[in-house]
């Protein structure tokens, strides 16, 4: 505690910088007591500028956790233990606007060093060559084999390029209430049919069969579209492809969840963690959630009695979407072999598996077994080919962006499914060509 | 009409009135007394129907967490630092422009005072592009400085001190200059004493509006250290957090500061509007 | 800086003189600049150069992330034919024909009424209290309050046997509920506002008018109105020019959906500057933007000033 503190101090006495001291004493005095005691002694100067000491790398992830911050200084200091001539500087980069707060980041010149990567952002950094390529330097070699042959040729690809190593993934599967799945008489879907059965008799009263939320709305629509038999993008990833008679199958299916079923809550009432807190206070029978859900289950909410399964068939076969996050290096950072350092150690099996036990997600490396006990773990084990992420386009955020206005225009009853992909192949076709 | 008409109607205007104002008074307040009653419930008991309009076992739980679980006095300092630093240099570099407008003729006065007027309207969304462009090059991106420096330049208060000294008399300056003062020294000595109450009020409005202001932290800051309140609550409801008592208790807290300024100096807020507003 | 001034004064005082300026008129021009530097200076770095530059940006295509390069006017085509732009454009002017008459006409309302009112300054502070919190933080608590399933305000509307709404999933809801909020957070800045102004018209005035024949309500109309009409015009313009940039209670509230239907220009904008990366995009919105503000105000500035002066 008393370690952190002090690099603390220190790390914003860098970032005021000199003949701010004056400054400070200014406000101090003008922004009464109050501010003054939290203020002074974190931004005082401290020590002088390490000049020759150990080199600081800075390290971005957004938060897993309420408690993100603490769970990496012992992770730190046994690095920094073993890396005298190392310091690392770690930041919390919060969800909320970290795409913006990111291109604000590397336009202003002084991005992070190392930084957390959901698969989905990367292109548009990678294709402005903010991120590091890891084959030139020759360290994706090093690390390879540690990992699944085919995640390592995917997560943190580009353009047939390596730019980073996985470190975590976060699959989604059916989460269902196995006490008012009985209650109504039914067992887990596994087709599409069943499905829709399982949410019509599930929803009564105040209960619901199945939720979806938003924003990030899309992750609980895709898997549906690919278990149709279509495909949100062209395998050479350059357009639109669900504008397909499957995938207006799968949105005409999708868009009577609500207006023919009438199992679900009405649409956009729930963002994640509400719709997620609805599930633990048994509210919803179904829910397509993240393994998060399944760790903090039998810890927090032990009387909720659930199951994790896969997504019920379609036509196509059954699919779910995940995201995988990796870790890269900025290719403006200085200590480039420094920050790799860091990176090795954290993907390693040590290093990631000491931060993932923490927070219940899944580790992007097969040699940890630390979530047996989770529920949604086997699932994820036996389901591995079928498990499927995000497109990656530099500009597919805005394609998906419109492709989902449609699709809420005909969840709302505006347009037809026909009739929305239709406008969406062209307006996502336009977002794509920049 | 009769005059005792007159006086009925005039008593249900009267109690017309106050029914108004009650109701208004209620809906303004409310969701003040929603956020508050909230903050004090227990994570169980927000979701209860019918509503629990008075929380039955009121707990300081969300409180504790808001102030222990992240650095919330770290943010609300930053606001602070942020806000009163602006108002502060803000009632110097008017005050001193004012006078010049004021009590001057100069070269290019008519034009100058034009487009500060003018720009009056160009809203900062319009100017955030630049401005980053312009923060960057300064070298105080993510820096408490990103949020200081831009507010300086809308011109508000330049043209309420320009309004308020031209009513001062000049003979006292003239006075003054006579008896062998710097010229800022007749500043120092004939006007600023006289607009004590306009300094304030400028001073208030500014601290307001910069404790209350969001695109400028959005865009211009990303690090917990350097973080305002406005950002943090709204992040609040995008982090792994569904404790709506939580969110309202660091809604509450801060609310605290900026009620504190409205009950100390409740007669600069009322006055300070109408002054802004005396022309047009 | 006061050295550099003292530094530079004999020069430019010498080379005025030259050409036959009288001294005391350089000296009383320096003075005054040197009085306006400071403000000057931050008025130029942030005002007038960012205005000029996001013209400039307005030419270019580009991204902060990516190199940018000239391209003429084509981003203003582009961007007006945009369907999403358009769609922007209306929501936000919808908005402020929703909010800025509903806060200027029930202000003055409330201002005149408070003349029969006791606690004066109790009703005014309670009126005047929502606008001491930030718009992103009072939307935060809104999204709670009309949540469709737990917000008190269906909670109500169920106890009174009435529909609950999906307030801001509803593309029909969505955008006049926003515009509710603002309402809730500027009438109190409005009627303090007026509640000062009507208090500055003086009692003779309703006094002589009374002798004319004019009470009630056409006292108000024609003496008080005329009288306050230059307060009208400034809340009146200030409200349009804070309400054309909306965007903390979207962003929070909304993002600009469901379908379009709560997004506007700066919303359009942010998305364009920081998430797409089209910078050029961006700064032409905001030009426009900036043009329809400047119509819209002198519109209002050139109606009721004309009439003001007889």
């Known amino acids: 505690m008393v370690a952190r503190e002090n690099s603390r101090r220190d790390e914003s006495a860098r970032d005021v910088g000199v003949n701010r001291r004056q400054f400070f004493k200014t406000v101090a005095v003008l922004s009464g007591a109050a501010a003054a005691g939290s203020l002074m002694p974190s931004c005082m100067p401290g020590g002088a500028p390490a000049s020759k000491g150990p080199v600081t790398v800075k390290f971005w992830k957004s938060p897993h956790h309420e408690k993100e911050a603490d769970f990496w200084v012992p992770i730190i200091k046994q690095f920094e233990d073993a890396h005298p001539n190392i310091k690392i500087e770690f930041s919390v980069l919060p969800w909320y606007e970290a795409g913006a707060r990111l291109t604000t980041a590397f336009a202003s010149g002084n991005p992070p060093d190392v930084l957390y990567v959901v698969d989905a952002w990367g292109p548009k950094y990678i294709e402005s060559k903010y991120f590091m390529d890891f084959d030139a330097a020759g360290y994706s070699k090093e690390v390879k084999d540690q990992f699944d042959a085919q995640l390592f040729a995917k997560v943190p690809n580009y353009l047939g390029k390596t730019y980073g190593i996985p470190f975590l993934g976060v699959p989604r599967f059916l989460y269902v209430n196995n006490k008012m799945l009985k209650d109504a008489g039914v067992s887990a879907p596994t087709t599409w049919d069943e499905f829709t059965k399982v949410g019509t008799s599930t929803t009564k009263g105040d209960k619901w069969g199945y939720v979806v939320f938003k924003p990030g709305y899309w992750q609980a629509f895709w898997p549906w579209l690919w278990m149709a038999g279509a495909d949100i993008m062209n395998p050479e990833g350059t357009k639109a492809a669900f504008n397909t008679p499957e995938g207006v199958n799968a949105l005409q299916f999708f868009v009577d969840w609500w207006r023919k079923y009438k199992m679900l809550p009405d649409y956009g009432s729930y963002d994640q963690e509400q719709a997620e807190d609805l599930f633990y206070r048994q509210g919803v029978a179904m829910e397509s959630g993240h393994n998060i859900m399944a760790d903090r289950l039998p810890k927090e909410w032990p009387d909720v009695d659930f199951d994790v399964v896969m997504m019920p068939k379609g036509p196509a076969g059954a699919f779910s979407f995940a995201d995988f996050g990796y870790v890269t290096i900025s290719q403006a950072c200085q200590y480039k072999d420094e920050a790799w350092q860091w990176v090795k150690f954290i993907t390693s099996k040590d290093g990631a598996g000491a931060y993932l036990k923490n927070v219940g997600l899944f580790p992007a490396r097969p040699d940890i077994s630390i979530m047996e006990k989770n529920k949604a773990w086997p699932v994820y084990v036996n389901n591995m080919e079928k498990i499927r992420g995000a497109p990656m386009h530099p500009h597919f955020e805005e394609a998906n962006n419109r492709m989902w206005a449609q699709i809420e225009a005909a969840i709302l009853g505006q347009v037809t499914p026909k009739e929305a992909f239709a406008t969406a192949e062209g307006d996502f076709n336009q977002a794509l060509a920049g | 009409m009769t005059s005792s008409g007159r006086v009925t109607s005039y008593r249900l205007a009267r109690v017309l009135a106050h029914a108004i104002w009650i109701v208004a008074a209620v809906i303004a307040l409310f969701p003040f007394y929603f956020a508050f009653s909230t903050s004090l419930k227990n994570t169980h008991s927000q979701f209860t129907y019918p509503p629990e309009w008075f929380p039955s076992s009121p707990t300081l739980a969300n409180y504790q967490y808001v102030l222990g679980g992240m650095p919330y006095l770290r943010y609300m300092a930053n606001s602070l630092v942020v806000a009163s630093t602006v108002a502060v240099l803000k009632v110097i570099f008017d005050s001193m422009a004012g006078y010049a407008f004021a009590k001057f003729r100069f070269f290019g006065k008519k034009i100058l005072f034009a487009v500060i007027l003018s720009t009056l309207m160009i809203p900062l969304a319009v100017r955030i592009i630049p401005t980053f462009l312009i923060v960057r090059r300064l070298g105080i991106f993510d820096t408490l400085w990103a949020l200081i420096l831009p507010p300086l330049a809308y011109p508000m208060g330049i043209f309420m001190m320009a309004q308020f000294i031209a009513t001062l008399p000049s003979e006292l300056q003239d006075a003054a200059r006579v008896d062998g003062c710097s010229e800022f020294g007749v500043f120092r000595h004939t006007v600023l004493p006289l607009i004590k109450p306009v300094l304030a009020t400028l001073a208030i409005f500014t601290f307001l509006w910069q404790w209350t202001e969001f695109l400028l932290p959005l865009i211009m800051t990303y690090s917990p250290k350097v973080m305002v309140l406005t950002l943090a609550i709204a992040n609040l409801k995008g982090q792994l957090l569904t404790n709506w008592g939580a969110v309202m208790a660091a809604t509450f807290l801060a609310l605290l500061p900026i009620l504190a300024l409205f009950v100390l100096f409740q007669r600069y807020f009322i006055e300070g509007i109408t002054l802004g507003a005396i022309k047009g | ?310």
């Open chain 3, 1 to 310: 800086m006061y050295a550099i001034l003292k530094k530079m004064r004999a020069p430019i005082l010498s080379a005025f003189e030259r050409r036959g300026v009288k001294r005391s008129t350089i000296s009383r021009n320096l003075v005054a600049y040197a009085f306006l530097a400071p403000s000057l200076a931050f008025f130029v770095v942030f005002m007038i150069i960012p205005v000029i530059w996001t013209f400039g940006l307005s030419l270019q295509e580009g991204g902060l992330l990516r190199a940018t390069s000239f391209i003429g006017l084509s981003n203003y085509p582009t961007v007006i034919r945009d369907p999403r732009f358009r769609i922007a454009m209306l929501n936000t002017l919808l908005y402020a024909v929703m909010v800025i008459p509903a806060v200027l006409t029930m202000g003055l309302f409330l201002a005149v009424l408070l003349r029969q009112v006791v606690f004066k300054t109790f009703f005014k502070s309670a009126v005047f209290f929502p606008h001491l919190s930030a718009m992103a933080i009072a939307a935060v608590v809104f999204s709670y309050m009309v949540h469709p399933e737990f917000g008190p305000l269906n909670q109500m509307l169920r106890l009174l046997h009435l529909p609950a709404q999906n307030w801001l999933g509803d593309p029909q809801l969505a955008l006049p509920t926003v515009a509710l909020l603002e309402i809730w957070r500027s009438l109190g800045f409005n009627v303090i506002v007026y509640v000062a102004a009507l208090g500055r018209v003086p009692e003779e005035i309703y006094e002589a008018g009374r002798l004319d024949g004019a009470h009630g309500w056409s006292a108000f109309w024609h003496i008080t109105v005329p009288l306050i009409k230059p307060v009208i015009l400034f809340t009146l313009v200030m409200a349009t020019v804070w309400n054309l940039q909306m965007f903390d209670s979207v962003f929070v509230l909304t993002r600009g959906g469901p379908v379009y239907s709560t997004a506007t220009v700066v919303w359009f904008l942010y998305d364009n500057a920081f998430y797409y990366d089209k910078v050029g995009i961006a700064a032409t919105i905001a030009i426009l933007l900036l043009l329809v503000t400047l119509v819209l105000t002198l519109i209002q500035v050139r109606v009721l000033r004309s009439e003001v002066e007889y």
